[in-house]
């Protein structure tokens, strides 16, 4: 397979293809080896942001171990998702990728690697016409008729599919914030399907770590019984972190769960206090419920009430 091995090395050059905006020029001109922790820095948002002249360079960085370790599964991710916005030069990589195979990490695939030289060469590319050949001549007739069939088939992965799969990894990780986001993923059955024990479970792992949105979420839940059985005592508990760390929906909420007795003890001085930091966030309603709330208190709870908001502090996560 010696033919298709300097392919790789002359498409992971080819950052001068379809730059995108100046920002996109400052990461080209950082693309040096002995500058390339500025690329990786200019080029990831771009890429996230679903660039495919950055996802395919980026991929670049990761194969050479340019920048950032070298991680070949990684290289591959990022090459795929340019692939799948028909950039030829991701394509034709991809393909060399799979015909050679990287020992170890990637298994050698020669219907995977055919298919994405079928894709490079429908873009009129002559050397991915020749690479097509040639791999072609090196297979049995079912390897050709899989490459086919999977090209006939093949749909790129659903963007919300794709987020998913990407944010579930790093909040398999620890990653607080993407576990929150999986979480919501799951509770809308938007890229995941919709479960709300699954929700749950994943912004409970969030809240533990400090997540003030994900503590809210989970007292939500427990607030409505979503995905677990209603309990107003355990909503309250989390709303209660939420606020503490400056969630003001959680605020308000709290203050009428004050107000109201329910989870908690009834405390129309701690309602109040809980209105007020709520309204100073900018909650409308909370305005409302503090003007309404303070007509039938004494003069004395609401001196209290304020004070106790003038002290709040809000918890760093």
């Not at 500025?38 to 991929?59: H, I, K, T």
């Not at 990407?166 to 990653?175: Q, T």
């Not at 997540?211 to 995905?227: I, K, S, T």
Request: glycine fraction near 8%.
């Amino acid at each position: 397979m010696k033919r298709f091995t300097g392919f790789i090395l002359m498409v992971s050059m080819a950052v001068i293809v379809g730059c995108a905006g100046s920002h996109y020029q400052k990461g080209i001109k950082n693309y040096r080896p002995e500058d390339a922790v500025a690329a990786v820095r200019e080029l990831r948002p771009l890429a996230e942001r679903g660039s495919a002249d950055a996802q395919f360079n980026l991929g670049s960085l990761y194969y050479q171990g340019w920048g950032l370790p070298q991680d070949y599964q990684e290289a591959v991710r990022w090459f795929r998702r340019a692939a799948e916005q028909r950039h030829l030069h991701a394509q034709a990589t991809l393909g060399t990728i799979y015909a050679e195979g990287v020992q170890g990490v990637i298994a050698q695939d020669y219907p995977q690697a055919l298919m994405w030289f079928i894709f490079a060469a429908a873009q009129g590319d002559a050397e991915a016409m020749g690479f097509r050949d040639t791999l072609a001549a090196k297979m049995t007739p079912s390897q050709i008729t899989e490459a086919q069939k999977m090209a006939r088939e093949f749909k790129p992965e659903d963007s919300y599919a794709k987020l998913y799969r990407e944010l579930k990894s790093l909040a398999e990780k620890g990653d607080a914030t993407s576990q929150l986001k999986v979480g919501l993923m799951h509770y809308q059955g938007r890229g995941a399907v919709k479960d709300f024990g699954e929700a749950l479970q994943w912004f409970r792992r969030a809240a533990l770590q400090g997540n003030a949105m994900a503590q809210a979420n989970v007292a939500y839940m427990y607030d409505l019984g979503e995905g677990v059985p209603q309990n107003h005592q355990e909503a309250a508990e989390w709303y209660i972190k939420a606020a503490e760390r400056g969630n003001g929906q959680a605020q308000f909420t709290l203050a009428s769960m004050y107000e109201k007795g329910l989870g908690v003890q009834q405390d129309e001085v701690r309602a109040l206090m809980w209105f007020n930091i709520a309204a100073a966030q900018g909650q409308v309603k909370a305005k409302a419920a503090r003007d309404r709330i303070t007509v039938w208190m004494s003069l004395e709870q609401i001196a209290e009430a304020q004070r106790l908001a003038r002290e709040f502090k809000i918890l760093s996560e």
